[in-house]
């Protein structure tokens, strides 16, 4: 709390790259969102790069670490007035900076009433800001999740807010290898989101754990550290700036391996959809995909935009890591 609410004033004050790495590139519709966001917001945001998912219509979006609100503002815009944002922060004066430009952005948005509200609480604890079960169509998560002690909690709370068929979008750090002690309880990088970061693979073994299907990779980048003095510190530790997507899958969705066909219809992505690292779906054209995507497709937000079928494929299991 103290060093987002107090030691950084603004991104240029990080003292390490860990936040600032890009990701895939951006559809003009999210870019343009971006620049309708107040530049104070933007300012005081300490995010790694943007974590927005696809095909939001009318959708209920938390994220989770929401900080100065950045995120929520865009994402109000991609969900339109029928959608809502909720973002949750820890730090009492993020919270009232992004409280501070609701009517700001409505007004800016052309929108009669707010579809954003912002509170100030733990990630651990969502029940205790009163976030109910199965209220949320997607939870995100922008370089949060490594700041949290402990982590099993937060993705079991974002799965019990989650409804059924929803997606937890996240961006984070992870780490080559299990961080010692030493790296752990460093300040400077606990604060810069480095000591922190889970090993790869116990983010595979705690999403399963929780109920989540296994984590789809999305991107990952090299984290350079750009100072050598915690460079000294981290030793031979690798860090890796990736994005994932988890599923609550309903066990009645589940029936084996499929053929998809992807109708085009998501804007921004009429001619293709990026799923993950392993699936590019183009429009019209046919793509086998594993039992797992297939539940995946056919249970989410997605559903409408597919033509599923299902048993006419063999594909193989694929699994993408750091």
């Not at 030691?7 to 003292?15: A, G, R």
């Not at 309880?185 to 399963?208: M, N, Q």
């Not at 990736?242 to 066990?251: E, G, N, W």
Request: proline share 4%; hydrophobic share 35%.
């Amino acid at each position: 709390q103290d060093y987002y609410g107090k030691e950084l004033q603004k991104s240029e004050d990080l003292k390490t790259n860990a936040c600032v790495t890009s990701a895939r590139p951006l559809p003009k519709t999210v870019r343009d969102a971006l620049e309708r966001v107040h530049e104070e917001v933007v300012a005081r945001y300490y995010g790694c790069s943007l974590v927005i998912p696809e095909c939001l219509a009318s959708c209920w979006i938390l994220d989770l670490g929401s900080g100065s609100g950045r995120d929520c503002y865009l994402l109000s815009q991609l969900v339109g007035e029928q959608g809502h944002v909720t973002g949750i922060d820890m730090t009492e004066g993020q919270v009232e900076v992004a409280k501070k430009h609701i009517a700001y952005h409505m007004d800016k948005f052309g929108y009669q009433k707010p579809n954003v509200e912002f509170l100030q609480g733990y990630l651990e604890k969502l029940a205790d800001a009163g976030l109910a079960d199965e209220s949320y169509d997607i939870v995100i998560s922008n370089c949060v999740i490594n700041l949290t002690p402990d982590k099993r909690a937060v993705l079991q709370e974002a799965y019990r807010v989650l409804k059924p068929g929803g997606e937890m979008y996240f961006s984070d750090v992870c780490a080559s290898q299990r961080l010692s002690e030493t790296i752990r309880k460093h300040r400077v990088l606990w604060g810069e989101c480095l000591a922190g970061a889970l090993y790869w693979r116990d983010l595979y073994s705690i999403a399963e754990e929780v109920g989540f299907s296994p984590p789809c990779l999305v991107t990952a980048s090299p984290i350079t550290i750009g100072n050598k003095e915690l460079e000294g510190i981290i030793g031979n530790c690798c860090f890796t700036s990736a994005t994932f997507r988890l599923f609550k899958v309903p066990s009645s969705s589940r029936a084996g391996p499929a053929q998809v066909i992807y109708n085009g219809g998501i804007v921004g992505h009429e001619q293709e959809l990026v799923f993950d690292a392993n699936f590019t779906f183009k429009e019209g054209e046919v793509v086998d995909v594993d039992a797992e995507i297939a539940a995946i497709l056919r249970s989410s937000r997605f559903a409408e935009e597919f033509l599923i079928r299902t048993g006419e494929a063999n594909a193989p299991a694929l699994q993408g890591c750091c």
